[in-house]
């Protein structure tokens, strides 16, 4: 790809703490699956449907670890991070930088959710993207997946 960052790893969770004395990175309740509970009235309905652009009031982080590849070269890159559904359709993109100074040998990247818009049950993925440079299209660097799940009340 042509970067001088490497994706270590990325994980969806419902908080983090960051000591700090060591600061190192606490990640808690990692989130594999969001269960959504709707009232119907159609008992007999196969599937529970949900209303369109649904924003699901659900407080998460999507932490990510990066190093830097050559420690003598500049490592500053945007990105955005797509939630997709599982037809592929983009759900909402938010913008990111990695950024490292020049002492940095890694790097950590946190974006915070206060809810996330959710289509339809099944397989939603959260894809992390990087430009090589400013006038490039964003790369998928990893996709995270979050298994989302509609039941009764």
């Not at 703490?17 to 190192?24: E, F, H, K, L, S």
Request: net charge positive; glycine share 4%; aromatic share 6%.
């Amino acid at each position: 790809m042509g970067l001088n960052v490497e994706h270590i790893w990325t994980v969806l969770c419902k908080t983090t703490a960051i000591d700090q004395q060591t600061n190192n990175i606490s990640l808690f309740n990692v989130v594999e699956e969001l269960r959504i509970e709707v009232e119907t009235h159609d008992r007999h309905a196969a599937h529970p449907t949900l209303s369109k652009d649904l924003v699901i009031p659900a407080e998460m982080a999507l932490v990510s670890l990066w190093k830097r590849i050559n420690a003598n070269a500049a490592a500053a890159y945007a990105g955005v991070i797509c939630l997709k559904s599982p037809t592929g359709v983009i759900l909402s993109e938010d913008a990111f930088e990695v950024r490292f100074n020049s002492s940095q040998k890694r790097l950590r990247t946190i974006l915070n959710f206060r809810g996330i818009k959710v289509a339809e049950p099944g397989e939603h993925i959260f894809e992390v993207c990087l430009k090589l440079n400013r006038h490039a299209s964003p790369e998928p660097v990893v996709k995270i997946p979050l298994d989302v799940k509609i039941v009764r009340r």
